[in-house]
């Protein structure tokens, strides 16, 4: 018999434990099977040879009447018993070699990894497909650490681009994480996930049939990003339907009029050092700003807000808990994400916490200083090894990258999100449109919180532009430059003092046509 051939798509794992109580496990493969599922692992660790026997022999006749092919856990001497599609094995059980030699050269063989190393071995061994993770948190398991998006992106890039082994992410999937994963799952050379494991999310589900739906949905739009996304980077061109720069620039009187129309309400998770300041330039702007750090309203707050800021200036567990619930609820909701990583390379703390936030969800903008860039740049790797601007408390030294637009396009297309580096001279892309801004003043860099404010203003015109974020971190950065500019000038600044007074001044003075006329704005080829 030839070996199935198998859609990896929407993967099952069965955990009796974990099954919900209004339903047997095999009323739950089955409804999981008419909700999507195109693969079935049974995994029973409990249960002695003879009773996982009986059960498999049950489940393989659910799953052979819907022809999805079912592999089982770990136990060879099951998969063999009742003819199984397949087995799964971990890294501390039988080698993968050893069980190819048992199972024969047409069952399926799939392999547990969580290193790169670990999927090279697999390949080599003659693995079908592997299972990566954890991705994340899990009821099921323990793990010393998670791979998030970015950790699984990682190891899709260590294996050929040629190879025919499949990939399975697996660990913490549900349906609100599914996208995400997916989308960045695409590396460099273009591997996407070929599928997603899941245990909790559909045999715990009230309905296994509509939360199998809901995951298979997810799965599939996240492919389908992440294929466009390849594509794209590949064409290096701008998408259809994005604005060119100089309609950008065009449109900016129209961008500030209607932010003070609509003054749109940003959820502000920020530093308690400059939360007065933010708070207060994004009312001058126009805007409407609530500071609310607790996680317990973060998804109530979600409905009814246009933007948030994740700023990580003064880390607390409770800031950060908020930050996880506000940037996931807001993402749920389709409200743009502005993430300040503030002082991202100056610990290791803020550097898990950067690292984590990226993981967790996605962000749509990400703003900060050529150290913070630079330790985003680290975190998410690929291309060639990028230059490290060392970081001094919050603050970026050294004279910077020695291409920053080439840097911020790198990472723009990478993530898929808007990169904006501050600076002497402020660099932003969405990897396609790169521009170097070259409005501002001295003063901007020797007050608290400029770098703040700047990410509230973005905040807010990305709350007004939300289908093109670009336009709206141009926007936020020119607005609060050319407000710095004015206020360097007035008769009553004497230094930096008297400058921070008057800029909140210039913010709320500024009009919609100095924003055209006095932009300085270059288009950058990378």
Same mark, same amino acid.
């Given at each position: 018999m030839a070996k199935p051939t198998v859609d990896y798509s929407l993967y099952l794992v069965t955990d009796s434990g974990l099954n919900h109580p209004s339903r047997t496990l095999l009323q739950s493969v089955e409804d999981s099977i008419l909700g999507g599922v195109t693969l079935v692992q049974l995994r029973e660790k409990d249960l002695d040879t003879p009773a996982f026997i009986e059960l498999a022999r049950k489940v393989h006749a659910v799953t052979k009447k @819907?022809?999805?092919?079912?592999?089982?856990?770990?136990?060879?001497?099951?998969?063999?018993?009742?003819?199984?599609?397949?087995?799964?094995?971990?890294?501390?059980? =039988?080698?993968?070699?050893?069980?190819?030699?048992?199972?024969?050269?047409?069952?399926?063989?799939?392999?547990?990894?969580?290193?790169? !190393?670990?999927?090279q071995k697999a390949l080599a061994d003659g693995a079908d497909y592997i299972g990566i993770g954890t991705c994340f948190m899990t009821q099921t398991k323990s793990p010393k650490r998670t791979l998030g998006p970015i950790g699984v992106r990682a190891i899709l890039e260590a294996l050929p681009a040629e190879s025919e082994?499949?990939?399975?992410?697996?660990?913490?999937?549900? @349906?609100?994480?599914? *996208?995400?994963?997916?989308? @960045?799952?695409?590396?460099? @050379?273009?591997?996407?996930v070929d599928g997603i494991a899941v245990v909790t999310g559909i045999v715990g589900a009230q309905d296994a049939k509509v939360a199998s739906e809901q995951l298979l949905s997810e799965f599939k739009i996240g492919h389908e990003?992440?294929? #466009?996304?390849?594509?794209?980077? =590949?064409?290096?061109?701008?998408?259809?339907?994005?604005?060119?720069?100089?309609?950008?620039?065009?449109?900016?009187?129209?961008?500030?009029?209607?932010?003070?129309? +609509?003054?749109?309400l940003t959820h502000h998770i920020s530093n308690y050092v400059v939360m007065n300041d933010t708070a207060n330039a994004t009312l001058a702007?126009?805007?409407?700003?609530?500071?609310?750090? /607790?996680?317990?309203?973060?998804?109530?707050?979600? #409905?009814?807000?246009?933007?948030v800021v994740l700023n990580i200036g003064t880390l607390t567990d409770s800031f950060v808990d908020c930050m996880y619930e506000a940037g996931k609820h807001?993402?749920?909701? /389709? #409200?743009?994400?502005?993430?300040?990583?503030?002082?991202?390379?100056?610990? +290791?703390? *803020? !550097?898990?916490?950067?690292?984590?936030?990226?993981?967790?969800?996605?962000?749509?903008?990400? +703003?900060?200083?050529?150290?913070?860039?630079?330790? =985003?740049?680290? =975190?998410?790797g690929?291309?060639?090894?990028?230059?490290?601007?060392?970081? *001094?408390?919050?603050?970026?030294?050294?004279?910077g990258f020695s291409n920053p637009a080439a840097i911020v396009q790198a990472i723009a297309r990478r993530e898929g999100a808007v990169v904006a580096m501050t600076g002497m001279i402020d660099y932003v892309s969405d990897g396609f449109r790169t521009v170097a801004i070259e409005n501002g003043h001295a003063y901007q860099g020797r007050i608290t919180g400029s770098g703040c404010m700047i990410a509230s203003s973005i905040a807010s015109f990305a709350a007004i532009s939300p289908n093109d974020h670009f336009a709206a971190a141009v926007a936020g950065i020119v607005a609060l430059n050319l407000a710095g500019e004015h206020a360097a000038t007035r008769a009553d600044v004497h230094g930096p003092g008297t400058f921070r007074a008057a800029f909140i001044d210039e913010?709320?003075?500024?009009?919609?046509?100095?924003?055209l006329n006095d932009a300085r704005i270059k288009t950058v080829t990378v």
């Open positions: @819907h022809n999805v092919p079912l592999l089982i856990n770990d136990n060879l001497e099951v998969a063999l018993a009742i003819d199984a599609e397949g087995a799964h094995v971990g890294q501390d059980d =039988i080698s993968c070699v050893e069980a190819r030699r048992l199972l024969g050269p047409n069952k399926i063989l799939g392999i547990s990894t969580g290193t790169t !190393e670990e999927a082994m499949k990939t399975v992410v697996i660990g913490g999937i549900k @349906h609100d994480n599914t *996208r995400r994963v997916v989308t @960045h799952s695409a590396g460099a @050379h273009g591997r996407i990003l992440a294929s #466009k996304k390849h594509q794209n980077n =590949i064409r290096g061109t701008v998408q259809d339907g994005r604005a060119s720069v100089e309609d950008v620039i065009k449109s900016f009187p129209q961008m500030l009029t209607t932010l003070r129309e +609509k003054s749109p702007l126009g805007g409407s700003p609530i500071m609310a750090p /607790s996680a317990i309203e973060a998804e109530d707050l979600s #409905k009814v807000v246009s933007s807001a993402n749920a909701q /389709s #409200k743009p994400v502005v993430f300040d990583p503030v002082g991202a390379g100056a610990t +290791k703390l *803020r !550097e898990e916490t950067t690292r984590k936030i990226l993981n967790a969800m996605h962000v749509d903008i990400i +703003k900060g200083n050529a150290g913070e860039i630079s330790t =985003i740049a680290k =975190i998410i690929g291309g060639d090894k990028t230059e490290t601007i060392a970081m *001094r408390g919050v603050d970026s030294m050294g004279s913010i709320a003075n500024l009009t919609p046509q100095q924003m």
